[in-house]
């Protein structure tokens, strides 16, 4: 094993550490997975799909992209429209730092830390390459195996609600990550799958 890739697998295997102590437990197809952990399996998963070629420090940003999440809940903050905005502002940053922190850890120079530290920041999405690849491997996971969801706990929205939501994911991702979206490779919801099309249709 090379220096570099030695690197790479302590960095992962931080990540993962870090990510495996999460509380809470989801279950898919019999098996057991803590959260955040499977969140991060499903988008590295998504990034070997959908940029086979991303580097060793993109490939640790996606997988730190919800680290230790747990640990700044939603509901510590006033849950109005000001709350929520600095709840997502402060947690981009935390999780920035303790992905920083392990790289670190693992024996990484500055510049990758940075690098990483930046995109897992979503700093400067359309004109950062590396934020926007990981926006874009993130809303396409999002359609993947969370949007079902997040309808199933809103059904008080309207379909034009729901065509906002959808507008607005799609104009944070890169014609990339549309023509991808839309090839067959990402497994849509089947019941979804008119509204997306109508959505994207439409004016984003």
């Not at 803590?34 to 996606?62: F, G, H, N």
């Not at 949007?147 to 799609?170: A, C, G, N, R």
Request: glycine share 4%.
């Amino acid at each position: 094993m090379s220096q570099n890739q030695s690197t790479y697998e302590k960095a992962r295997a931080l990540i993962d550490a870090a990510n495996s102590a999460d509380p809470n437990q989801v279950s898919v197809d019999g098996k057991e997975w803590p959260k955040e952990l499977l969140y991060s399996e499903r988008m590295s998963d998504m990034l070997k799909r959908y940029r086979p070629d991303a580097d060793d420090a993109m490939k640790l940003a996606i997988r730190a992209q919800h680290i230790e999440r747990w640990k700044s809940p939603r509901n510590a903050y006033p849950m109005d429209r000001i709350g929520y905005l600095k709840w997502r502002k402060d947690l981009y940053k935390i999780q920035a730092n303790t992905a920083a922190e392990l790289l670190q850890q693992a024996g990484y120079g500055d510049e990758e830390i940075e690098r990483v530290r930046s995109a897992v920041a979503k700093k400067n999405i359309k004109g950062n390459p590396d934020t926007q690849l990981l926006e874009d491997v993130t809303d396409l996971c999002f359609m993947e195996h969370y949007m079902l969801e997040f309808v199933d706990k809103h059904p008080d929205y309207s379909e034009e609600k729901w065509i906002e939501i959808i507008q607005k994911t799609w104009h944070k991702m890169s014609d990339n990550a549309h023509q991808f979206a839309l090839s067959g490779a990402v497994k849509l919801p089947e019941t979804l799958v008119p509204l997306i099309h109508k959505a994207v249709a439409g004016p984003t």
